[in-house]
């Protein structure tokens, strides 16, 4: 995986721009998904996977979190 690459890119799928009245998580998830996956801190991909967001990336990437720090 391509930990410089994001969820945008790796997924060949770029959403619009959240609108002007957004939710603070709406708003939240669209920047997340334009960040590199290597860059995603914890609570980040919480939160993503928590939305059901990216997961076939997300998820490997969450359990090499896990098996470092089980408490993550």
């Known amino acids: 995986m391509d930990y ?3 969820l945008e890119e790796i997924e060949r799928d ?3 721009a959240p ?3 957004a939710t603070r998580l709406v708003a939240t998830a669209h920047a997340l998904r334009r960040r590199p996956i ?6 980040d ?6 939305q ?8 490997p ?7 470092g720090d ?3």
Do not use: T
């Not at 290597?38 to 609570?43: F, I, K, P, Q, T």
């Open 4 to 6: 410089e690459r994001s």
């Open 14 to 16: 770029r959403w619009p």
């Open 19 to 21: 609108p002007q009245d």
């Open 38 to 43: 290597g860059e995603l801190a914890v609570e």
């Open 45 to 50: 991909m919480r939160l993503l996977i928590g």
């Open 52 to 59: 059901d967001i990216g997961l076939p990336c997300l998820l």
């Open 61 to 67: 990437l969450a359990l090499e979190v896990l098996r």
């Open 70 to 72: 089980p408490m993550a």
